[in-house]
C-alpha cells in the first residue's frame, strides 16, 4: 500500500505561483509513474502533468512553459511548481502514482486532493 499526501495548495491572484508537494508512504518498492491530476467544478479530472521513474515529463498544453514537474527519490516526494497562474488554473489537484505489482499488474493510488484558486 502507497499512501500519498498532497499540501501546497491555496488561494493566489492571477499571475502568481504556488509549489504543491506530495509526500509518498508505505511501500515504494516498484513506483514507476507520479503524476498530478486536476478536476475543475462540473469538469472531469485531467492530467495535468506526469514524471516516470526515469525522469521523463509530459504535460498538458494548457501549463506547458508555466509548471514543471519534479520527484525526489530520497524523500518520496513529488512537486508541482506552477508559476503565471490563471484563473482557469484554479481546481482540486490530486497526485497520483502507479506501482507495478505482480505478473503484469499495477496498483494506482491518489491523494486526497489540495485545493487551488487563483483569482482574476
Known amino acids: 500500500q502507497v499512501q500519498l499526501v498532497e499540501s501546497g495548495g491555496g488561494l493566489v491572484q492571477a499571475g502568481g505561483s504556488l509549489r504543491l508537494s506530495c509526500a509518498a508512504s508505505?511501500?515504494?518498492?516498484?513506483?514507476?509513474?507520479m503524476g498530478w491530476y486536476r478536476q475543475a467544478p462540473g469538469k472531469q479530472r485531467e492530467l495535468v502533468a506526469a514524471i516516470t521513474s526515469g525522469g521523463s515529463t509530459n504535460y498538458a498544453d494548457s501549463v506547458k512553459g508555466r509548471f514543471t514537474i519534479s520527484r525526489d527519490n530520497v524523500k518520496n516526494t513529488l512537486y508541482l511548481q506552477m508559476n503565471s497562474l490563471k484563473p482557469e488554473d484554479t481546481a482540486l489537484y490530486y497526485c497520483?502514482?502507479?506501482?507495478?505489482?505482480?505478473?503484469?499488474?499495477?496498483?494506482?493510488?491518489w491523494g486526497q486532493g489540495t485545493q487551488v484558486t487563483v483569482s482574476s
Open positions: 497520483n502514482a502507479d506501482q507495478k505489482g505482480p505478473i503484469g499488474s499495477k496498483y494506482v493510488y
Open positions: 508505505g511501500s515504494l518498492f516498484n513506483i514507476n509513474t
